[in-house]
Nanobody, 113 residues
């Protein structure tokens, strides 16, 4: 069982920035890919992922604005979110890719216009 603890969500105006963190309890997490999804009332969307060697992928809607990174020594993945838009409003969930996959509880991000 892998525990994921997210932090860093909040409310911000459009154009602002937030940085999310996700700390994994598993000491071997450095070899697993990790990432972020977001859940809005009407849809669930892939945001970003990062492999153990730092290879990244992004959803089309966040490319150029969001940056995913990781600190393997801390078993932590980060999501730097810049130029935020109201449509970025969602609950952001961290994922630890197994199998099996494990999910964090989520952190709310609200962007006002």
């Amino acid at each position: 069982q892998v525990q994921l603890v997210e932090s860093g969500g909040g409310s911000v105006q459009a154009g602002g920035s937030l940085r999310l963190s996700c700390a994994a309890s598993d000491q071997t997490s450095s070899i697993n890919s990790m990432g972020w999804y977001r859940q809005a009332p009407d849809k669930r969307e892939f945001v970003a992922s990062i492999t153990s060697d730092g290879t990244t992928k992004y959803g089309d809607s966040v490319k150029g604005r969001f940056t995913i990174s990781r600190d393997n020594a801390k078993n932590t993945v980060y999501l730097q979110m810049n130029s935020l838009k109201p449509e970025d409003t969602a609950v952001y969930h961290c994922i630890w890719y197994g199998p099996p996959n494990f999910w964090g509880q989520g952190t709310q991000v609200t962007v006002s216009s």
